[in-house]
């Protein structure tokens, strides 16, 4: 169901989010702040995909060093799938440093290993072959561009649209996520105010995507619908 609340609203309501300083006006400590929240807490999932229910674990710590973790588990039965994304934090953006993909139980040529080291260039490694990939610009992985949608939402002011460079194994991905609206959002965990991002197009491959500000902006819900109807969905378990 949509709300009736007005685009410009948002950043006003995420400022009175639980966990971010109403004045400071530092991006970097709301970034600081908005990941922080659950540090340590491991964030529970239902994802619902052609009949099964998996169970998904999502984690963010913050190390000794002031670099940030980012972890995503899931399972099924004797399969499994781990992500792993180590970060730092620079002035409300991230810079990755690491990025692991992992399958248990099943095929391990999708297994890849990004390594950046801020010069420009990441470092492949996967059973289907190393490589090194130039890139200018802000980069991110697929898990730690998920932490910086948060950040951008919480701590900068609205858009249409949020851009985001995704390395991946063959080189760069433009994700582009566009503001749809608030709704509603029924979930395991309760019922939330969401904003609603999407990418892609009906009838192709389409994301959608539920972030509470309640939550820091976290992942209520996302649905991957294929250009066969084929969708996957994940929902917030348990509130955290």
């Known amino acids: ?19 971010i300083a109403l004045a400071d006006d530092s991006v970097q400590a709301c ?7 659950f540090a340590g807490i491991g964030i529970n999932y239902r994802v619902d995909w052609k009949g099964f229910s998996l169970d998904s674990s999502r984690t963010v710590d913050k190390l000794e060093n002031g670099a940030w973790k980012a972890q995503n588990t899931s ?21 990755p440093q690491e990025y692991r993909y992992e ?3 099943l095929s391990k040529k999708h297994n890849v290993h990004l ?24 980069v991110y992985d697929l898990l730690s561009h998920q932490l910086q949608l948060r950040i951008d939402l919480a701590c900068k002011p609205p858009q249409d649209n949020y851009a985001y460079s ?34 892609g197009e ?15 902006y976290l992942v209520v819900r996302f649905k991957h619908q294929e250009e066969d109807d084929e969708a996957a969905e994940l929902l917030l378990a348990k509130r955290p």
């Open 115 to 138: 390594s950046f080291d801020g010069s420009g260039e990441y470092e492949v490694e996967s059973p289907r072959g190393d490589d090194e990939i130039d890139y200018q610009g802000p």
């Open 1 to 19: 169901m949509k709300l009736p609340v007005k685009r410009s609203t948002l950043l006003f309501l995420s400022l009175l989010t639980p966990g």
């Open 31 to 37: 970034a600081e702040q908005t990941l922080g929240r």
């Open 166 to 199: 995704i390395a991946r194994r063959k080189g760069l991905s433009d994700y582009n996520y566009r503001y749809v609206g608030e709704e509603n959002v029924q979930t395991p965990a309760g019922n939330f105010a969401a904003v609603l991002l999407e990418k």
């Open 103 to 105: 399958r248990k139980g």
């Open 75 to 95: 399972t099924l039965l004797f399969m499994g799938i781990e992500e792993e994304s180590r970060f730092r934090l620079q002035n409300g953006s991230i810079e």
């Open 202 to 216: 009906e009838g192709d491959k389409l994301e959608q995507i539920w972030l509470a500000p309640e939550l820091n």
